[in-house]
């Protein structure tokens, strides 16, 4: 059975940092891009960035790009976003997905539960 | 990266059929057959329902399905049922490899 679980989310202070992780068991994880995706409260769904199988790839949307830096684990099955001066805006919870098709986004085929991240003094 | 555009809320009564509608460029929608569509239930994680325009993943209704003309792909669901209220959210694979989602549709089933 497909399973992610996010952890690292809590309450930190503008301009503070934060580190998530995403730990994922069912499949084998170096075959696979992998996404994380926010959601602000009472809002719709955001992509934030993208990593490759191994990677050696990454993209970010353009509102963390520079802030946020997305990475993985393969020897231990994980996948991390650090995130850096951060801002009441990117108060949200955040999934990590997994991309399931053959090119590097296309579809988002497993989520975990998310992980809640509040930024606020 | 604007986001795709969906129509805020659809409603339709049980057993009728709906079309949800998303309206991007020709840089993510239109360029690609990489759209796919979430439903999301209150309080949970989304759930793909189609991908690559009109892929439904195992498990998934044949009630639901997707499409694309130029810009604009669409989800379709027939019959509807209670348990088909929730958010629909619709992505495509952008030019600059990256995703973008659409701003939500909320389906109220009357």
């Known amino acids: 059975e497909v399973q992610l679980l996010e952890s690292g989310g809590g309450l930190v202070q503008p301009g503070g940092s934060l580190r998530l992780s995403c730990v994922v068991t069912g499949f084998t994880f170096t075959n696979y891009a992998m996404s994380w995706v926010r959601q602000a409260p009472g809002k719709g769904l955001e992509w934030v960035s993208v990593t490759t199988g191994t990677g050696g790839r990454t993209y970010y949307a353009d509102s963390v790009k520079g802030r946020f830096t997305i990475s993985r684990d393969n020897s231990k099955n994980t996948l991390y976003l650090q995130l850096n001066s951060l801002r009441a805006e990117d108060t949200a919870l955040y999934y990590c997905a997994r991309e399931g098709g053959l090119v590097l986004i296309s579809s988002l085929d497993y989520w975990g539960q998310g992980t809640l991240v509040t930024v606020s003094s | 990266q604007s986001a795709l555009t969906q129509p805020a809320s659809v409603s339709g009564s049980p057993g009728q059929s709906i079309t949800i509608s998303c309206t991007g460029t020709?840089?993510?929608?239109?360029?690609?057959?990489?759209v796919s569509w979430h439903q999301q239930h209150s309080g949970t994680a989304p759930k793909l329902m189609i991908y690559d325009v009109s892929y439904r993943p195992s498990g998934v209704s044949s009630r639901f399905s997707g499409s694309k003309s130029g810009n604009t792909a669409s989800l379709t669901i027939s019959g509807l049922r209670a348990e088909d209220e929730a958010d629909y959210y619709c992505s495509s694979y952008t030019s600059s490899s990256t995703r973008v989602f659409g701003g939500g549709t909320k389906l109220t089933v009357l």
């Open positions: 020709s840089s993510d929608i239109g360029g690609y057959n990489y």
